[in-house]
């Protein structure tokens, strides 16, 4: 049986200690991971989970899981001497405004394949294979060094 996976929001709704636990366990880990000076407390913790699922409560536990991983490779900087809920705050919002471009994105996709019609997408697979063919004989001159011949006069 597949279930939806919820909204934050639909789980601190009927049971707020579990999702507020789920959004610290997965803090405690991003904390862990680092091995720097300056580290949250219990109680730092507990109050950013609460900020967190207040905050971003159309996330759902994946995004956060996401979140942190994107954090964790360094797409959003480097940690030096310091993580606290400043720190992970503005990893949340970079995360949320890409969430919400690719959103917007596959909306606007979606859309352009809904309205155009059958002699447009005919024309415009035309244009992409002539343009394809072009950029491929251009990468075959460029590779095998084949010089343009003038014709002759």
């Given amino acids: ?5 919820q909204p934050l929001n639909s789980l601190y709704r009927t049971n ?21 000076g300056k580290s949250m407390n219990a109680g730092q913790i507990e109050e950013l989970g609460i900020i967190l699922c207040e905050n971003y409560n159309n996330w759902t536990i994946d995004d956060f899981a996401l979140c942190f991983k994107k954090a964790k ?20 919002q970079k995360y949320d ?14 859309k352009q394949q809904l309205t155009i019609g059958d002699n447009s997408r005919s024309s415009e697979s035309g244009i992409v294979a002539k343009t394809l063919a072009k950029r491929q004989i251009k990468d075959a001159v460029t590779k095998y060094n084949i010089s343009k011949h003038k014709p002759n006069k």
């Avoid at 049986?1 to 996976?5: G, H, S, T």
């Avoid at 471009?101 to 979606?110: A, G, S």
């Fill in 97 to 110: 405004s890409e969430k919400s471009n690719n959103i917007t994105d596959w909306h606007l996709d979606r």
């Fill in 1 to 5: 049986m597949n279930k939806e996976i």
């Fill in 73 to 92: 490779v360094g797409e959003y900087g480097k940690v030096y001497d310091r993580l606290d809920g400043g720190v992970i705050n503005d990893w949340c």
């Fill in 16 to 36: 707020p200690g579990t999702a507020l636990d789920l959004i610290m366990f997965l803090l405690i880990n991003l904390i862990e991971y680092y091995n720097i």
